[in-house]
């Protein structure tokens, strides 16, 4: 329900509270056992630890006020610190698509790191749950299904707005410009397909070109929220919303935060090896991932809104016209 409890908020912010503690305690003492390394190419720790106690006052605030009345300006502030606050985190955690990557190549990772920027994400993921549920009892959306009847989409079967599938093309535009790296690289230089550097390699590339085609497809078509007839045993059920809307936010925020911040940073500061690469290249990549991953998460919200739960009470019930029966003229006795 969208009212909701302080269940969440108070969850989100002893999370994040924790988070920072952890991020204190190891810049206070950097050779501690289980220390992970700084994230490259960021500011610095003190950013997670800001962002982290951000978040953590936010959600407490946010706790303590449900099912208090509060005016509107201070609630949207909240919502906004809490929107700033949790997207930071998670673009502060962008090495954890990698840490998982490395992991499928079968290569050991600090596990300090990982675990670290599982709990950054995590973090990030909660304190964004505390924004979206605010901001709906700002909105005064349906308590029932989340939605503001009239104004949302009321059922799967509605079409994605014309702003969705244009992020979700422009994914697929950004895919489209990573992937013509590869193919001019192998047709000028010789240089081999990702395909033939191995079983497991080969399966992730796989499963990269499908996140920059048919998951971009998925959240703005109807195939994405509905088995199309192809699929006999399923044809017609409603597909899992989270087999799609989980894959997209992860890989869209992965990249977002990789290479839209961590990647143009070091661009931009001429540090790792991208300052020896051809401009061209670079920028096909930098900016081919970046919009790749903001077309994902764009397109997700509008997924996330197309694939809610049908209202069990769809819509404000509307009052039936009075009905006003002339009144019989009096006669005289």
């Known amino acids: 329900m969208v009212s909701g409890g302080r269940g969440l908020p108070c969850v989100a912010a002893i999370w994040c509270s924790v988070y920072g503690a952890a991020h204190v305690w190891w810049l206070a003492n950097p050779g501690a056992p289980w220390a992970p390394p700084e994230e490259v190419f960021s500011p610095g720790r003190w950013v997670a630890v800001t962002l982290a106690f951000t978040a953590a006052a936010v959600c407490s605030v946010i706790a ?105 093309y422009a994914a697929i535009a950004g895919c489209a410009a990573r992937v013509s790296v590869l193919v001019i690289e192998f047709i000028t230089e010789g240089k081999p397909l990702p395909f033939a550097l191995g079983f497991s390699f080969g399966v992730f590339i796989v499963l990269l070109i499908l996140a920059g085609t048919l998951l971009p497809l ?24 989270w087999l799609v809307l989980g894959p997209a936010l992860f890989v869209g925020a992965s990249m977002a935060g990789y290479f839209g911040v961590a990647g143009m940073t070091a661009w931009f500061l001429g540090k790792g090896n991208l300052a020896q690469a051809p401009v061209w290249k670079v920028s096909l990549e930098m900016f081919g991932y970046t919009v790749w991953g903001l077309g994902l998460l764009a397109a997700a919200v509008s997924y996330h809104a197309l694939t809610r739960p049908d209202c069990p009470s769809p819509g404000p019930a509307v009052p039936s016209p009075k009905v006003t029966v002339p009144r019989a003229p009096r006669t005289s006795s």
């Open 218 to 241: 998925a959240l703005v078509h109807r195939f994405g929220r509905i088995w199309p007839r192809w699929v006999a045993p399923l044809a017609g059920r409603d597909v899992p919303r």
């Open 64 to 168: 303590t006020g449900i099912g208090h009345h509060r005016a509107a300006p201070v609630r949207w502030t909240l919502v906004v610190l809490a929107w700033v606050a949790g997207a930071g985190l998670i673009a502060y955690s962008y090495m954890l698509a990698i840490s998982l990557a490395t992991m499928l190549f079968g290569q050991a990772d600090h596990w300090g790191s990982l675990l670290t920027r599982a709990a950054g994400m995590t973090a990030g993921a909660l304190t964004l749950a505390c924004a979206v549920a605010e901001q709906r009892r700002v909105r005064r959306a349906c308590p029932h299904c989340a939605r503001v009847h009239g104004r949302s989409p009321e059922r799967r079967t509605d079409p994605a707005p014309r702003w969705a599938c244009l992020a979700a």
